[in-house]
C-alpha cells in the first residue's frame, strides 16, 4: 500500500517537482497538493494524507501554525498525518516552531531527492527524520530556550541528566545512535538488533527520561555530552 503524501508549497513550480520525485517511487503517492498553511489545513482533513510535505515560510497562514492546526484539530478517529519540514538554514527559528507544533522530520529543501523519498518513509513509519545537519543547529539554538520549551516537561534539566544514568547500557547506545541521526532500521544494523526491539528501546528510553520523541531525546544526549558537538557548516 503507498504512503499518502499532501505537499504544501507556495510555489507551484516547487510543488510539481516534488510531485514528479514522489510519484516516481511505487511506495509513494501525491494526493494532493496546497499553496499555503489555511489550504494544507483543509486538504489534509479533507484528504486524511500519511505524511504532509510542509513548507514554512509561505503567505498567509505559515507552515508552523497549519502543522499545529493539522496536529490539534484532527476531526478523526484514526491519528493525525506526520508533517515533514521542509526548511534551509536561514529559517532556524521556523523550524523551532515547528517542532514545537509536533513536526516529526526536517529537511533541507536542496537535499537529494532520494532523501526526501527516505525522509517520507521514515516519518510514516512513525519515526523522527533528524538530519544532522539540522540537528547541531537546533541543539545551538535550543540551548538559549527555556528547559520547558525544549523538552515539553516541567523536570529540570538537571534531573533528566540524572535520569540518563538508569538506562542500561544498550539502551544509552541506542540513545547516543539516536541522537547521531540514525533510523531504527540502521540501529538495528548496528547493534545487531531486530527493528521491532530498538523500536520497544527508545520508547523506553521516551518513557524515562520523561520526552516526547527523538528529537528532544537527541537535544538531550547533546546537552548531557554523551557525544561530541556536531561540526558547524563551512560558509
Known sequence: MSIRVLL???????????RAVIDRREDLCVVGDAADGGQAVDA???LRPDVVVMDVRMPGMTGVEATRRILTEWPYDDPPPRVLVLTTFDL?????????????GFLLKNSPTDQLAHAIRVVAGGEAMLAPSVTHRLIDAF????????AGTPTP?????GLIGSLT??????????ARG???????????????????RVNRILTRLGLDNRVQAALLAHEAGLLPPLPHEET
Request: glycine fraction near 6%.
Open 92 to 104: 532556524d527559528e521556523y523550524v523551532h516552531s515547528a517542532l514545537r507544533a509536533g513536526a516529526c
Open 157 to 161: 534539566a538537571s534531573g533528566r541528566h
Open 182 to 200: 540514525l533510523s531504527n532500521l540502521q540501529i538495528a544494523d548496528a547493534l545487531g538488533l531486530t527493528q521491532a526491539n530498538v523500536k520497544s
Open 8 to 18: 504544501v508549497d507556495d510555489q507551484e513550480m516547487v510543488r510539481a517537482a516534488l
Open 143 to 150: 540551548a538559549a530556550l527555556p528547559i520547558g520549551l525544549v
Open 44 to 46: 489534509a482533513f479533507r
Open 169 to 178: 547500557e544498550r539502551e544509552l547506545e541506542v540513545l547516543i545512535l539516536v
